[in-house]
């Protein structure tokens, strides 16, 4: 069993940044493919980013690439997203999830999911 918890969400003005921190227990963190995922007022969950095991690898939304960077520490047990130039269409909620795999999917296909942080992004 894993169980995630983030932080770093807030209310930040368009333009601003915020860095959002998902931390894992359990000792096998570091063989987990990791994802942020948000989900905004009436729409779906969507994926924004997504890191391999050892960080190698990474995924980017369209919408939020060259603006958010994901990065993970499994030393720490957390990993992090990086959330520059923010805009008014990024507030939602923001997800973490594990995946039992050592290799990402951009679908909803994972095992584990935080409670969730709220970012708002004024204009």
């Known amino acids: 069993q894993v169980q995630l918890v983030e932080s770093g969400g807030g209310l930040v003005q368009a333009g601003g940044s915020l860095r959002l921190s998902c931390a894992a227990s359990?000792?096998?963190?570091?063989?987990?493919?990791m994802g942020w995922f948000r989900q905004g007022p009436g729409k779906e969950r969507e994926l924004v980013a997504t890191i391999s095991w050892r960080g190698g690898s990474t995924y980017y939304a369209d919408s939020v690439k060259g603006r958010f960077t994901i990065s993970r520490d499994n030393a720490k047990n957390t990993v992090y997203l990086q959330m520059n130039s923010l805009k008014p269409e990024d507030t939602a909620v923001y997800y973490c999830?594990?995946?039992?795999?050592?290799?990402?999917?951009?679908?909803?296909?994972?095992?584990?999911w935080g409670q969730g942080t709220q970012v708002t992004v004024s204009s």
């Open positions: 999830a594990a995946r039992m795999s050592q290799v990402y999917t951009t679908t909803l296909d994972y095992d584990y």
């Open positions: 359990g000792r096998t963190f570091s063989s987990y493919a």
